[in-house]
């Protein structure tokens, strides 16, 4: 397995060089971008002030094409911003106006407590209710439990999430849970363990709104995965020989059944870049999933860039977890 490892960490490198390659060209073909915004903006000035508000000369735009680097051939531009990254130099947004790598971690907290924390809840409710919906197959609880889940898994989280709003954040029915932000107004005057509640209140709707698809596809992988162990003859022999059905699930099929799930335990290394954008505009989070839409929009090249290359990082680590994972739970798989 060693000469595994060290052949796809190898790999990483060159992935990774080929996929900014790619962007970086992708990005040269959408119109628009921080130089045509710069001169709007000028041209904009220009006739709140009273001027002609098409005139700006061919010298201005020159500098500020040289501003933004554009004055250089693309082949040049993507060097220059592959040796500064080299150097540890990301960039600058010329959105937020700040260093790249800021922005980027600027937005993690958010996103590290949504990915961690659904990452947590989902594994732990999903593989114990898809067990017991093994052991009650075909039962009323199975059925009954079947539609909700399958009801949670085929509406868009979005949609949950205006219909919780309707129903729980004071809509026109309950008024259990704020609609927007992460914090209340107040929230600089609770005590310690009153801002954590207060956080904690914010985040149950846009959580539930975010963790709910994962939840219902887990929960039926992981009963789907033990039917299918339940009908081998390894199982069929235990429950011959005396074993119950339960001792025989959790104790020998449970283990194999993990195998499927392991592909997405690898998740856990892009956690810090969960987010999903319209979820955010509706519960009004500023998070990774508005930080990317905002940045493709606004043609911040150097976040888009960085946020791409970031997530291509941490996405390849995370299969080459799950790879890892699949020799720990079944220790007959050989990597090669």
Not at 68 to 97: C, E, I
Not at 143 to 170: D, E, K, N, Q
Not at 290 to 306: A, E
Request: aromatic letters at 12%; a neutral charge; one cysteine or more.
């Amino acid at each position: 397995m060693t000469s595994y490892l060290i052949k796809r960490f190898l790999l990483i490198a060159p992935t990774l060089l080929g996929i900014s390659i790619l962007c970086f060209i992708l990005i040269q073909f959408v119109p628009g971008g921080p130089v045509e915004e710069m001169i709007a903006k000028v041209q904009a000035t220009a006739g709140m002030q009273g001027g002609n508000a098409e005139a700006i000369s061919q010298a201005e735009i020159e500098n500020i094409k040289k501003y933004f680097g554009f004055d250089k051939p693309a082949h040049v531009r993507y060097f220059t911003w592959l040796t500064n990254l080299f150097q540890g130099d990301w960039g600058n947004s010329h959105v937020y106006h700040k260093p790249v790598l800021e922005v980027i971690i600027s937005k993690m907290p958010i996103s590290l407590f949504f990915g961690v924390t659904s990452f947590i809840l989902a594994y732990s409710i999903s593989i114990p209710l898809g067990v017991i919906k093994t052991l009650k197959n075909n039962t009323k609880f199975d059925i009954i439990s079947s539609i909700v889940i399958f009801a949670g898994y085929v509406i868009p989280g979005f949609a949950l999430g205006i219909l919780l709003i309707v129903f729980l954040g004071g809509g026109s029915y309950l008024d259990w849970f704020p609609i927007s932000g992460i914090v209340s107004d107040h929230h600089e005057s609770l005590t310690p363990w009153g801002k954590v509640i207060d956080f904690l209140h914010h985040m149950c709707l846009p959580l539930t709104c975010y963790m709910i698809s994962q939840f219902a596809f887990l929960t039926m992988l992981t009963k789907n995965s033990l039917l299918e162990e339940k009908s081998k003859d390894y199982m069929r022999t235990a429950i011959a020989k005396g074993l119950s059905a339960d001792t025989v699930i959790w104790k020998h099929g449970l283990r194999n059944a993990m195998i499927p799930l392991a592909t997405g335990m690898g998740e856990i290394f892009t956690v810090m870049f969960a987010g999903s954008l319209l979820i955010e505009r509706v519960f009004d989070i500023d998070g990774m999933g508005l930080l990317f839409y905002n940045s493709i929009v606004g043609r911040d090249y150097n976040v888009v860039l960085g946020l791409i290359l970031l997530i291509s990082l941490f996405t390849m680590l995370g299969r080459l977890f799950s790879d890892v994972l699949y020799v720990i739970i079944d220790p007959r798989i050989r990597l090669q």
